[in-house]
């Protein structure tokens, strides 16, 4: 997204030469996916990209405001475009770069020095981390009945054990039961239980540093997968119910009840915001300088305590 903010170029006229400078502001923000290369950085706009430029020249300045030339976490290549390897959460900020080049006049050979200034808004960003909330529904015989609750036992251990091998882990299992009024039919006993499923399970981060220093694709990979096991062992009860049961027991699974919402976290000192960063609505994005995230919600906070002033603080 491209904000043009153009000053007028200011002239100042010496002996034989014009110093042109014309500041153009351009607020570009980039998003880094954390860990990552950024894609090259352009050191001149569209319009200039078409003509000839003569003795061009480029300065990149970082967030610390120093000069990016010779770092060695940076690619700076010949014709001005930068790009950052490896990116880390500490490098999100404003980096600038000015560019100086002449034009030379045909008939009377005057050269004139021109600066323009554009700016990068790099923003380090993480996946958000995967949550699954699944709802199914049973018929029973009686709600007040001792075999709900060793059933809903029963049933939390079946779950387990079905993605145990995934790193994944059932949280927060409940069920209540509830009479429910069909159409054409009487009072039914129901059974409405719910959890979750996320990929943190006892071993995780030991499996994740086996792949990569960013494992959000790793752990959602694996919770995507669990939720599909869980699906297909749900939908699996109706054909058995229809095929392997002459009679019908009293406690069984009701078709199509099942239903899933995915629930995404950021990691601390990263968050959501769907205005400043719509760009990236999707994505937990570093935390701004004045703002901090001490742990796995969606949001960043605004620190009115003390002045922070670096990007993807975790405390205020």
């Not at 570009?28 to 003795?55: G, H, W």
């Not at 009377?108 to 981390?129: G, H, S, V």
Request: glycine share 6%; proline share 4%; with cysteine.
């Amino acid at each position: 997204r491209l904000h043009w903010l153009l000053h007028p170029p200011v002239s100042l006229r010496a002996v034989n030469a014009v110093i042109s400078y014309s500041y153009s502001y351009i607020a570009v923000n980039i998003y880094v996916k954390i860990y990552t290369s950024s894609p090259f950085l352009v050191c001149m706009d569209l319009a200039l990209s078409q003509r000839e430029v003569i003795d061009p020249n480029y300065l990149w300045i970082g967030p610390d405001g120093k000069n990016l030339k010779g770092k060695g976490y940076v690619n700076l290549t010949a014709t001005g475009k930068l790009m950052m390897k490896g990116f880390k959460t500490q490098m999100s900020g404003s980096y600038t770069c000015t560019l100086s080049y002449k034009t030379i006049q045909t008939d009377t050979q005057k050269e004139t020095n021109n600066f323009k200034t554009y700016k990068f808004m790099l923003y380090a960003y993480r996946e958000p981390d995967y949550t699954y909330q699944i709802s199914v529904r049973f018929t029973t015989k009686e709600c007040g009945i001792e075999a709900n609750g060793q059933f809903f036992e029963e049933l939390k251990k079946i779950l387990g054990d079905l993605i145990s091998d995934l790193t994944c882990q059932v949280i927060e299992p409940s069920y209540k039961c509830h009479f429910v009024k069909l159409p054409k039919h009487g009072l039914l006993d129901e059974l409405f239980v719910t959890f979750k499923v996320n990929p943190f399970a006892p071993g995780w981060e030991a499996l994740c540093s086996q792949f990569s220093y960013d494992c959000e694709d790793v752990t959602n990979s694996k919770v995507q997968k669990a939720r599909e096991l869980i699906e297909e062992f749900f939908h699996k009860q109706t054909y058995i119910l229809r095929h392997e049961f002459r009679n019908v027991p009293a406690i069984h699974y009701i078709d199509h009840s099942f239903e899933v919402t995915r629930i995404d976290s950021c990691r601390p000192g990263f968050g959501k915001n769907d205005i400043s960063h719509n760009d990236c609505a999707g994505c937990c994005v570093v935390c701004d300088r004045g703002m901090y995230s001490p742990n796995n919600e969606v949001i960043c906070r605004t620190c009115r305590n003390i002045r922070i002033k670096h990007y993807g603080a975790k405390s205020c």
